[in-house]
């Protein structure tokens, strides 16, 4: 089921935010691909700072991958999959986001990478 967590205009540009679903904050991300808008959701807690920043990290990229860089000790982690591409052993969790009109809704499951 899709919580509404927030209004597109409430995310700034390229920036993030921290949402609560369910029992876990979840750092949305909008960032405009093609001449559309994306947000994009991923834990917003940091494993190697122990700390939930992931929402104040800066976005870019690296080669083709969108990535978010933790704010503490700038690991990249790809908006997409979770998956930090210093460490190939920790993978943050993602959710599904769903933008409606200028509503956001997060699906309240995380993705599950088998």
């Given amino acids: 089921m899709y919580q509404l ?4 205009d409430d995310i700034l540009p390229n920036a993030g935010v921290a949402a ?3 029992d ?3 750092a949305l991300f909008r960032v405009q691909l093609e001449g559309k808008e994306h947000v994009f959701g991923i834990s917003n807690y940091d494993p ?3 700390a939930n920043v992931i929402s104040r990290g ?3 990229t690296m080669g083709d991958e969108l990535v ?3 704010p503490v000790y700038k690991q990249h982690f790809s908006l997409q999959t ?3 591409f210093e460490d190939e052993t920790v993978r943050l969790k993602t959710w599904f986001v769903s933008i409606d009109g200028n509503k956001v809704y997060v699906y309240d499951k995380k993705i599950e990478v088998a």
């Fill in 82 to 84: 979770g998956q930090c």
């Fill in 24 to 26: 876990e904050q979840v």
């Fill in 20 to 22: 609560l679903v369910g």
């Fill in 48 to 50: 190697f700072s122990d």
């Fill in 58 to 60: 800066i976005i870019g």
């Fill in 68 to 70: 978010v860089a933790s």
């Fill in 5 to 8: 967590v927030c209004e597109l």
